[in-house]
């Protein structure tokens, strides 16, 4: 026991450090404990994030604030009424009509699993292809309805929507309005003792702030070209699907891998294993190896860099904790880790200075 507490005074004597680790605590238990809550808040917060970068590059123009932020404002309200007006109507009219065609496409898939044995008959054999077929018509119409029902009665719930619309708005105008006179009045319920605390938040804001802004261009432009893709080779679908190949760049890796199981069906069933069918999946490939190898590298220069495995792993456990919030913010909360563990060394390394210096 003497060894631990040794261990611990010694890491954590100094007071900055403990300052910063009770700020992130209590960072922490507000967001677990009241994030259902502060839903609307968090969705505010983020988008005041993104839209900043703008406010600062009108800046440069010698503008007012004021007149910055009521411009930017004016085009997000404008952005948000083209979603809801034009754009979720086809989401929705082509989920509809997706989960509808269900029965169909099961038909589909069992006359060209048929067709495996006969191309394949060292690889797969009738009765595979039978017990696959019965799965299949047991739970894929019923996968289909579900999908429809829980979207329909959660994620569009009529309640959500009014509450979003209404609050969403008024607080991204006040963040971006008052974002100095908001930083102040934190800072005044701060302990005075916090430049390793301030430090730490100026990188971790730089870098969320990056990211954001990067990440929501990512979604934009992969779905944009996805969706001409698509609509090019005739694609049924090419809205729905280019809206999900967009939104899966938030998910690194397993985002990708995830929405080409639909991309790769609805073109198989569509076109059958002929060239059209082929086209597409390479053209699809293309598009995602330019993404990571082109794009991200571009957007994302002044993020820092993450290794694989710590993506991954912030993934999991901060989705698992707050799901999609949680999801998005991987990348940076894994920097604020990050940011928090160099803190930690540098503060031990200079307090290992300070005594040698002393003795």
Not at 48 to 60: Q, S, T, W
Not at 211 to 225: D, N, Q, S
Request: charged content about 10%; aromatic content about 14%.
């Amino acid at each position: 026991m003497e060894q631990i507490y040794s261990w611990f005074r010694q890491r954590f004597s100094n007071p900055q450090l403990i300052i910063l680790l009770a700020l992130i605590g209590v960072g922490l238990l507000v967001v677990v404990g009241m994030g259902q809550m502060l839903a609307p808040a968090l969705a505010a917060v983020v988008i005041a994030y993104l839209l900043e970068g703008v406010v600062k590059r009108l800046r440069k123009f010698g503008l007012e604030r004021f007149w910055c932020v009521l411009m930017v404002y004016t085009l997000f309200i404008a952005t948000v009424l083209f979603l809801v007006l034009w754009l979720l109507p086809i989401l929705y009219r082509q989920l509809s009509q997706l989960v509808a065609q269900v029965p169909n496409f099961i038909v589909k898939a069992q006359a060209l699993m048929v067709e495996l044995p006969q191309k394949y008959p060292t690889l797969i054999t009738e009765a595979q292809v039978e017990q696959a077929t019965a799965v299949i018509g047991d739970h894929v119409a019923t996968f289909g309805q579900s999908i429809l029902s829980n979207t329909v009665t959660s994620v569009f719930g009529i309640i959500t929507i009014i509450v979003y619309l209404i609050l969403v708005p008024v607080l991204v105008f006040f963040f971006m309005k008052d974002k100095w006179l908001i930083m102040d009045w934190i800072r005044n319920y701060l302990p005075k003792n916090h430049d390793l605390a301030a430090e730490v938040w100026g990188e971790v804001d730089l870098q969320i702030g990056n990211y954001i802004r990067g990440k929501t261009l990512e979604i934009l432009i992969i779905g944009a070209v996805t969706y001409v893709t698509f609509t090019w080779f005739g694609l049924q679908y090419a809205m729905l699907l280019a809206t999900a190949v967009g939104f899966s760049v938030l998910i690194p890796y397993i985002g990708a891998a995830v929405v080409t199981i639909p991309v790769f069906f609805v073109a198989l069933l569509q076109f059958g294993w002929t060239s059209e069918m082929y086209g597409v999946m390479i053209a699809y490939g293309i598009i995602q190896l330019l993404d990571g190898n082109a794009l991200v590298p571009l957007l994302f220069s002044e993020v820092v860099n993450l290794h694989p495995i710590a993506i991954i792993v912030a993934i999991l456990v901060f989705g698992g904790l707050w799901g999609f919030w949680g999801v998005f913010f991987a990348i940076p909360l894994a920097t604020l880790v990050q940011s928090v563990l160099h803190a930690f060394k540098a503060t031990r390394e200079k307090d290992e200075e300070t005594v040698i210096e002393t003795a």
